[in-house]
């Protein structure tokens, strides 16, 4: 198991936000963490990157337990997380201080391609749309070569069209580059169309509810019965007929 | 426990939300020499009604603008305008220097730990209201005779501005980039340079641009001690020594024209720095 989660409880003064919670991610899995907002997602997938430390329990990867970030797991926010004073290629460029300066522009190069900025290097995040800062950052993550991603609620401030698109490029990147990812979301249509498993917590204090798996091989029908299916199951888990 | 920079809102800038907004649509030079235009037109119905004051009330003591004129050419045929100039750009410029070199640290260090600011900011709260004038009895008894002294004045009158505006500054930091810096295995010091300083220099700036303001202001007052040049010894000197109002009012606005292509400078390198947050 890459990631193994085990009686992780937290709380912030008097307020429990999560509740023994208990979960193995293998290797090159992706995982999505779905719950309602406030359910202590951001909090779990926070002390996953090692910013912040449970109030009981423990993360472990590789069988090695968290005690801190580390670059071998990138945490990637919303688009604001790019710095605005770098250009695209400094953005990508940021982790890669302990390479020689050929290397460096290899990665930079490949990366940039990778998630179709070419031609936006010397652009400054300002200049750049919110989807595209979005591969900014996911690309100034995997420059670096980590092997697990963290991506808490990534495209939550995308339109509902790039929304769509960015997920379709984060599955082409996540085959092409085989990283384990824990994705945060509140949305539960695109943990279906993303995930491997789907891990649903309850409403806080976090528990697990239940765990979906995603039997559907990519590229996935929207509109095929198992998908519609599943995505039912998880509304009717979350208590929400399906309907307006 | 809240820092601020205060005096941010105090000028009064014309147009100039105006012609910003349009250098970003179109970056042309258009605007910006018809922004010219007004103030110079401003400057000519003031030249006039000065000079025809002068002359409706006869006044002995009061200049017109030619005789201004003619006391700051006197002044460069004694070879003395650009000397004095120099002087005072040469202290302001020391103790303004002095300032960044010693403030910016100082606030970094108070915006990154939250104890140290508590600790400290009550004693730059307290020493901040004084005048830097109020500094002139020690000056003069701990420098001397000499450039030391007004250069000291200067340094006191834009440190706190420039300490502040960092402390500020470097606490308003986004946390996700300093998250991600630390993220990507940045140490404390690599944190501060390549994530803290980038992020906070538009703060800075504007704090920088504002201290350089009261520096420049309190120069008359710092070389009215322990210099005999520059263009505030010039004002007291010409009073003094022969009641020169001619040359009192060109100092006047020698600093005061300076004062404003300096500021005018550092609003551009301010810009610059607004733009890359």
Redesign the interface.
């Known amino acids: 198991m890459k990631v193994r989660f085990q009686h992780v409880s937290m709380h912030f003064g008097t307020t429990e936000v999560l509740d023994d919670i208990n979960l193995e991610v293998a290797e090159g899995e992706f995982v999505c963490i779905l719950g309602p907002s406030g359910c202590g997602k951001s909090t779990l997938l926070n002390i996953t990157g090692g910013f912040l430390e449970p109030s009981a329990g423990q993360v472990t990867i590789d069988g090695e337990r968290v005690v801190g970030p580390d670059r071998r797991r990138i945490f990637v926010f919303q688009e604001r997380g790019v710095f605005p004073w770098l250009t695209v290629e400094g953005n990508i460029g940021f982790g890669l201080f302990d390479l020689s300066d050929a290397e460096r522009r290899g990665r930079i190069a490949h990366y940039v391609a990778l998630v179709g900025l070419k031609g936006f290097e010397r652009s400054y995040p300002r200049e750049l749309s919110g989807g595209m800062k979005q591969r900014v950052e996911v690309a100034r993550a995997l420059a670096v070569n980590p092997d697990v991603l963290y991506l808490d609620e990534p495209f939550g401030a995308l339109d509902s069209i790039t929304r769509l698109q960015m997920r379709s490029e984060l599955l082409r990147i996540w085959q092409a580059e085989k990283k384990t990812i824990l994705f945060v979301t509140h949305d539960i249509e695109e943990s279906v169309q993303l995930a491997d498993r789907v891990v649903v917590l309850s409403a806080r204090p976090g528990r697990v509810r239940r765990i979906v798996e995603i039997d559907i091989a990519h590229p996935r029908d929207l509109s095929s019965p198992r998908y519609l299916a599943l995505r039912d199951e998880i509304f009717g888990e979350i208590g929400l007929a399906h309907k307006i | 426990m809240r820092f601020e920079v205060r005096g941010s809102s105090e000028e009064v800038r014309g147009g100039g939300r105006a012609g910003r907004a349009g250098r970003l649509l179109h970056s042309s030079f258009a605007p910006r020499t018809s922004n010219l235009i007004l103030p110079l037109l401003t400057a000519a119905v003031l030249l006039f009604l000065w000079s025809a004051a002068v002359k409706i009330t006869a006044t002995k003591i009061f200049p017109s603008p030619v005789a201004v004129a003619r006391g700051i050419v006197q002044l460069a045929e004694k070879k003395l305008l650009w000397a004095y100039i120099g002087d005072s750009l040469v202290r302001v410029g020391t103790g303004y220097a002095a300032a960044i070199a010693v403030g910016i640290p100082l606030g970094f260090l108070l915006g990154w730990y939250a104890p140290l600011a508590r600790a400290v900011n009550p004693l730059i709260q307290m020493l901040r209201p004084i005048s830097p004038l109020a500094w002139m009895p020690l000056a003069v008894i701990w420098f001397g005779i000499g450039n030391a002294a007004p250069i000291f004045l200067i340094f006191i009158a834009s440190l706190f501005t420039i300490v502040i505006a960092a402390a500020n500054g470097v606490r308003n930091i986004?946390p996700?980039?300093l998250?991600?810096g630390?993220?990507?295995?940045l140490s404390t010091p690599?944190l501060m340079l390549?994530?803290a300083a980038?992020?906070a220099?538009a703060r800075i700036a504007v704090g920088l641009r504002i201290a350089f303001g009261v520096a420049w202001l309190v120069l008359v007052a710092a070389e009215m001690i322990a210099v005999d040049s520059g263009l505030g010894y010039l004002i007291i000197d010409a009073r003094n020594a022969g009641k020169r109002y001619d040359l009192v009012i060109g100092g006047m606005l020698l600093i005061g024209v300076i004062g404003l292509i300096l500021d005018s400078l550092m609003r551009r390198a301010e810009t610059w720095a607004a733009?890359?947050?």
């Open positions: 986004p996700m980039y998250q991600a630390r993220n990507f295995g690599q390549r994530v980038p992020a220099l733009e890359r947050r």
